[in-house]
């Protein structure tokens, strides 16, 4: 579904991601861990469109898509949620949503798609007429998940989801991804939070200053001598 | 007696700049430029009015529709030549070539029109309530401004296209991911923001004669209430036409229009060095 091949890519000559590979296939979760600045939300950036790789291939559903403006690949059917939610905040939870369906191939199916995510969030159905950027940040980052579902993604890309809300929330937002990975779709996390990204995950890669340093199975990952000295504290 | 009739005059009049303002906001909100030849719109809206109705002979009322629709062409054709190939441009450069654009609008309508005052011969009764004077003009420009600003209203909140402007103006970068080409957006604002300086135009036809200068005036004027309510901020600047229309109208009554122009630009300054972000602008967005 997913393969990206050599991918180099970075800020105004400044090289983050150095020759990195990953493959993933239709209906799977992949994880992708790392410590701070390893260029996690770089990788999401650049398969989103919002940043150009200097080089490497990437193919969705064997088409190409590097180098594609990120209004076109979301319409082939990635859709991101960026890191920390980044939801319109002054546009209410409903025309958050709204704004989510926006591409050609989803809005003819608005309601329908509107009345599948309030199934799976039944508390954003209440909430719908509030102002986004009123929200604590737990329910931000729900709806972020919503609005990214919104454009009905063959795979979906989370950025962080745990990052800065209480261990309670991180549960139940866990609890999400594991429902909507059972529904069918392909998810890609980016995480720091080791062991419940690692439990949701088919396959587990490593990323360190910009490169992979690792790729496996959930068991290899957590048998890895090296990754669980460094990464895994045991 | 003289000021409450200079503050319900103001306030009729703060519903056009409200409009006014309203446009290169948008712009502004948007897109991230100050739309300096904004004013020089609105007095090409006007030269068109006058040379359909009193050299043509088309009727007011068409003219001004016809001039409503040129403005926002106008607007388009700015958007492409001058606008989307600065887009990644540093501000100065864009500032800079808009500044271009005013110039080179002021001196068209000096070449085409000659340095002369024109203007169409609207007479329009003077109401009275009492010993309240109120002037029809600033009556119909105060129904067609909040008439238009309705609309807006449920342009950006209710239609899928104006959901996505206001989406873009607060986050560029995400709203792509949400699958909106922001170039189309632009495009669209352009539109809109000409079109209402095409309505300006068409509501200052009763009230002003056009010259070759008079766009200046009022890109400073629609650049003052942006800066008063926080610039990009819509509603704020809503407010600030109503400051502004009151404060220059009792200025003009009482002592003469220069004076009135005058204090505005001095709440101007005193904004900026008191409260930069406007009344109702946020510092800086996190
Ligand atoms: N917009 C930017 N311009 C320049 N450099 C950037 C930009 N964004 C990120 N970087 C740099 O790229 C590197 C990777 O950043 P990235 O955000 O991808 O890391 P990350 O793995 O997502 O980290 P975190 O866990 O903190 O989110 C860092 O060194 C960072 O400083
Ligand atoms: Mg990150």
Redesign the pocket.
């Known amino acids: 579904m997913l393969r990206i091949e050599n991918l180099c890519s970075?800020?105004?000559g400044?090289e983050?991601?150095q020759n990195i590979s990953l493959e993933m296939g239709a209906g799977e979760t992949v994880a992708v861990l790392?410590?701070?600045?390893?260029?996690?939300?770089?990788?999401?950036?650049v398969i989103s469109g919002l940043l150009k790789p200097t080089s490497g291939k990437i193919y969705f559903e064997g088409r190409r898509i590097d180098g594609k403006p990120s209004h076109e690949i979301v319409e082939m059917g990635i859709s991101l949620v960026p890191?920390g939610g980044r939801l319109f905040p002054e546009l209410t939870v409903y025309n958050n949503l709204l704004v989510g369906a926006y591409n050609k191939r989803t809005r003819r199916h608005f309601k329908e798609t509107l009345e599948e995510v309030f199934s799976l969030f039944p508390i954003i159905k209440e909430r719908q007429n509030q102002i986004a950027g009123l929200m604590s940040g737990g329910e931000r980052q729900m709806v972020a998940i919503a609005r990214a579902l919104m454009s009905r993604p063959k795979l979906l890309m989370l950025?962080?989801p745990s990052?800065g809300l209480a261990p309670k929330i991180v549960a139940s937002i866990f609890e999400f991804v594991k429902e909507i990975k059972e529904r069918g779709y392909s998810v890609l996390m980016?995480e720091?939070t080791v062991k419940k990204a690692v439990g949701l995950a088919d396959r587990v890669y490593l990323?360190e200053?910009?490169r992979m340093v690792f790729s496996g199975d959930q068991t290899s990952f957590l048998n890895n001598p090296k990754i669980k000295s460094s990464y895994l504290g045991i | 007696m003289l000021i409450l009739n200079a503050v319900i005059n103001g306030l009729l009049f703060g519903g056009v700049l409200a409009l006014m303002a309203f446009g290169m906001n948008l712009m502004f909100g948007v897109v991230q430029i100050v739309h300096l030849a904004y004013g020089q719109f609105i007095m090409v809206g006007l030269y068109l009015v006058y040379l359909l109705t009193v050299l043509y002979h088309v009727p007011l009322l068409l003219s001004c529709v016809l001039a409503i629709i040129a403005i926002a062409l106008l607007s388009v054709l700015c958007y492409y030549s001058v606008v989307k190939p600065l887009l990644k441009a540093p501000p100065i450069n864009q500032l800079l070539a808009l500044a271009g654009l005013w110039i080179v609008l002021e001196n068209a309508c000096l070449a085409f029109f000659g340095a002369t005052y024109k203007g169409v011969q609207v007479v329009l009764p003077v109401l009275h309530v009492g010993e309240i004077y109120i002037a029809a003009s600033n009556l119909i420009g105060f129904g067609v401004g909040l008439i238009t600003l309705g609309l807006l209203y449920l342009f950006l909140n209710k239609t899928y296209t104006g959901v996505a402007i206001r989406a873009v103006a607060q986050d560029t970068e995400v709203s792509g991911v949400m699958g909106i080409n922001s170039r189309t957006i632009y495009l669209i604002t352009f539109v809109v923001g000409g079109a209402l300086a095409g309505v300006t135009a068409a509501c200052f036809v009763p009230v002003y004669a056009v010259h070759p200068h008079f766009g200046s005036a009022f890109t400073l004027l629609a650049f003052i209430i942006v800066i008063l309510g926080g610039m990009g901020n819509l509603i704020g600047g809503f407010i600030g036409a109503f400051i502004i229309g009151v404060v220059t109208s009792i200025g003009s009554t009482l002592l003469n229009p220069e004076i009135g122009q005058i204090i505005a630009l001095l709440i101007c300054l005193l904004i900026i060095i008191l409260r930069p972000q406007g009344l109702l602008g946020v510092r800086a967005r996190t």
């Open positions: 970075g800020y105004g400044f983050v991601l790392g410590p701070n600045g390893a260029g996690k939300s770089t990788l999401l950036k890191e950025d962080e990052s980016v720091q990323l200053s910009g």
